[in-house]
């Protein structure tokens, strides 16, 4: 099982590779979500852990269904 951290980390770096494997940066991303640039940077740092519905926008926003953000690679 996963500790909280570890799951903000992984959930953090799986929304940035799906945003740079669709190349939008993170200003383009948070235009997108209603957010600003430096709240997708806080999320992908694992700085701030998102919230269900953020998870739930940026899933909108990356055009990916929201069990794609918490497919992890072990």
């Known amino acids: 099982m996963l500790t909280k951290k570890e799951f ?3 959930i953090g770096l799986k929304i ?3 945003r740079v494997a669709k190349g939008i940066s ?3 991303l948070g235009r997108l979500c209603m957010k600003d640039r430096q709240h997708i940077e806080l999320i992908e740092n694992n700085k701030v ?5 953020t998870l ?3 899933s909108i926003a ?3 269904d929201i069990k794609e ?5 072990e």
């Open 56 to 58: 739930y926008i940026l």
């Open 62 to 64: 990356l055009n990916v």
């Open 26 to 28: 993170q200003a383009e």
């Open 8 to 10: 903000s980390e992984k």
């Open 16 to 18: 940035k590779q799906l």
């Open 49 to 53: 852990s998102a919230n269900v519905y």
């Open 69 to 73: 953000l918490f497919a992890f690679d």
